[in-house]
């Protein structure tokens, strides 16, 4: 999706059937995306300024 400026894709996960999937499932899904966006923002983002907490 972001190849015109370098980037690729470094896993991909899909969530599927969603049409005939339960509420159970897809709260599961929210929270497997929620984790994996977390663990996204660990890795790739800079922790915070010591100096910028107080």
Known sequence: MLGF??????????????????????????AEASTLGENDARRYLPAPSPALMS
């Open 5 to 30: 400026i370098g980037l690729s894709p470094i896993a991909v996960t899909r969530f599927s059937p969603v049409k005939t999937s339960t509420a159970e499932k897809r709260e599961q899904w929210l």
